[in-house]
């Protein structure tokens, strides 16, 4: 979430829902329009996940803080080097034309599998891009794990969610 403004005035922005989009041949695709009013500019740092097979879009300012946090780690833990090699050194500041599209860069449509087809989910504070095909297979995987989801569940309900 971004927060704006003077210390008088906040306004929070979340990134929520789905939206279904095509990229064309030269790697462009349509910027929500939803989550281009919760962005509050032109521009995001767009990456891959760490986690999932898919790419991570947050505003300028959340990367900012998080390459702080990293800076104050030690730079001889493996992990913080490792996150640093994967995730911030293919990190990319993306624009969003006139025309309100993103070009995203050959690498990121790699890694995450974009092809035609994709997926923007909003995640509160960030972004995921998936492709289509992987988005629907890993939710299909998820609901159709009933033991997953009770963990998942139970997991929930400690934080009171």
Same mark, same amino acid.
């Given at each position: 979430m971004e927060l704006s403004g003077n210390s008088n005035f906040f306004i929070i922005y979340m990134f929520r829902g789905l939206n279904e989009h095509l990229l064309d041949d030269k790697g462009r695709v349509a910027f929500p329009i939803e /989550?281009?009013?919760? &962005?509050? @500019?032109?521009? /995001?740092? &767009?990456? *891959?996940s760490l986690y999932e097979p898919c790419l991570v879009a947050m505003t300028l300012s959340d990367f900012e803080a998080q390459a702080e946090k990293l800076r104050s780690l030690p730079a001889s833990n493996p992990a913080v080097t490792e996150f640093k090699r994967l995730v911030i050194a293919s990190s990319f500041v993306a624009s969003i034309d006139k025309a @309100?599209?993103?070009?995203?860069? !050959?690498? &990121?449509?790699?890694?995450?599998? &974009? #092809?035609? #087809? $994709?997926?923007?989910?909003? $995640? +509160?504070?960030?972004?995921?891009? %998936?492709?289509? #095909?992987? %988005?629907? #297979? !890993?939710?299909? +995987?998820? *609901?159709?794990?009933q033991e997953a989801l009770e963990k998942l569940r139970l997991t929930l309900e400690k934080f009171g969610l």
């Open positions: /989550f281009r009013q919760a &962005l509050a @500019g032109d521009q /995001f740092v &767009l990456t *891959l @309100g599209r993103v070009a995203i860069p !050959k690498e &990121l449509r790699a890694y995450a599998g &974009l #092809e035609r #087809e $994709m997926i923007w989910a909003g $995640m +509160l504070d960030r972004i995921e891009v %998936w492709s289509k #095909e992987r %988005w629907n #297979e !890993k939710n299909r +995987l998820r *609901l159709s794990n």
